[in-house]
């Protein structure tokens, strides 16, 4: 397991290396996205150390929001509208967002109070919003450039396997 607090950047690469593998290995051959983003979501939430919510969410067009898909944790909030909280602003910028403290992050979405530090990754097949990855942590300073580098790399595997 992926243990935060002792782990160095090298360690990092490697142990996303082999969380994408794990990936790759799961959505081969499998049509369903309902399926495949479940699998994925639960792969990271037992890998994951120090996090409380893990999930996608999916780009409905025709209502320009974000809207919840395959999660594991606590329920969470259904709509995110493009360009609110980390999640709207990811998909909107296209570009991965980590926040190390959500408190000072501007418009914030609380769907967890406890949640502290964030990682949103967005999920973009030419140049088309599919929804983003989304962890959620209950500590400040969880997730580093690093992590988001690392689950880029599972969310081409979504991109390019998952039936998306």
């Not at 397991?1 to 490697?14: G, L, P, V, W, Y």
């Not at 067009?61 to 990811?90: D, H, M, S, W, Y």
Request: negative net charge; contains cysteine; glycine residues 8%.
């Amino acid at each position: 397991m992926f243990e935060h607090t002792a782990i160095d950047t090298a360690s990092k690469e490697a142990f996303y290396d082999q969380i994408t593998q794990q990936a790759m290995h799961l959505v081969d051959g499998e049509p369903n996205w309902v399926a495949n983003l479940s699998n994925i979501s639960s792969l990271l939430n037992v890998h994951l150390e120090n996090i409380n919510w893990v999930g996608f969410y999916l780009w409905d067009a025709p209502a320009n929001e974000l809207v919840l898909g395959p999660f594991q944790g606590k329920p969470a909030c259904i709509r995110i509208p493009l360009g609110k909280g980390v999640c709207g602003t990811a998909i909107e910028s296209g570009q991965s967002i980590v926040v190390e403290d959500v408190f000072a992050f501007p418009g914030h979405i609380a769907c967890d109070a406890a949640s502290r530090s964030e990682v949103v990754v967005p999920i973009v097949r030419d140049g088309v919003k599919l929804g983003v990855l989304d962890i959620d942590a209950p500590i400040p300073s969880r997730f580093d450039e690093a992590d988001a580098r690392g689950l880029e790399k599972v969310v081409q595997v979504i991109v390019e396997h998952a039936g998306l």
